[in-house]
């Protein structure tokens, strides 16, 4: 049973628009939210989180939004750049010292 | 420098023949974890260690055993490599289990 969903495998942008990457969950005792950006060859890297507390939190061109009762999460990259272009994970944990459960993954191309 | 090195990097070998996978943090972590990444099916959790000797199941344990030994190391072992275990390798620590965590560059194992 799949906690964390990313139901778009892949996504495409031109360069300068913006970048909507969509995240669902299941387990409503999930309460901080993380996204992760891969490049291939290379392991996954911290992006931005958020705290269940929060419905929004933003770092430069990236920011998270959560909406607890949809129990859904999105990342809003605006300007896309090339550089963006890579898979991008999902994932979700409760408090405390509990492992992380990822999503499979959306794969963006930002093209110029 | 922070960093998680794994080695190795690339391996192919053969059915049956026992091969450990190490991991090594540079950053005090107490959490490590082992993924594997498979084509569609994202990021699977195979083992996790909340601290030295304290290891336990993820998502995927089957055929593979860890260990725990010292705080910075965690490997990976597969005692009787079969082709399904064939996946992109993936370590990890963190501070505690549900903060963001560090990745190493993965290691690409081939089973033949």
């Known amino acids: 049973d799949q906690q964390v969903k990313q139901n778009s495998p892949s996504l495409s942008v031109q360069e300068g628009r913006i970048s909507i990457l969509n995240c669902d969950y299941t387990?409503?005792?999930?309460?901080?939210f993380l996204w992760y950006k891969k490049y291939p060859a290379e392991g996954p890297t911290f992006l931005i989180s958020?705290?269940?507390?929060?419905d929004k939190n933003e770092d430069g061109r990236f920011t998270v939004f959560l909406n607890k009762s949809a129990k859904h999460l999105s990342l809003h990259i605006v300007p896309s750049q090339p550089g963006d272009s890579a898979v991008y994970f999902c994932a979700a944990s409760t408090s405390g010292n509990t492992p992380l459960v990822f999503g499979k993954g959306t794969r963006l191309s930002v093209i110029a | 420098e922070a960093q998680v090195t794994q080695n190795p990097r690339y391996l192919i070998t053969v059915t049956g023949k026992k091969l450990t996978v190490t991991c090594s943090q540079n950053?005090?972590?107490?959490?490590m974890s082992w993924y594997r990444q498979d084509p569609g099916l994202g990021l699977r959790q195979i083992y996790y260690?909340?601290?030295?000797?304290?290891?336990d199941k993820g998502d995927v344990p089957e055929g593979y055993k860890v260990s725990r030994k010292e705080k910075r190391n965690f490997p990976l072992i597969l005692e009787s490599p079969s082709p399904n275990q064939t996946s992109l390798y993936f370590c990890?620590?963190?501070?505690?289990?549900?903060?963001?965590?560090?990745f190493g560059d993965g290691t690409r194992l081939s089973i033949l």
């Open positions: 990890a620590s963190s501070f505690w289990g549900g903060q963001p965590q560090h």
């Open positions: 950053m005090n972590h107490e959490y």
């Open positions: 260690s909340m601290n030295v000797e304290v290891t």
């Open positions: 387990n409503s005792m999930f309460d901080y």
């Open positions: 958020i705290s269940s507390i929060k």
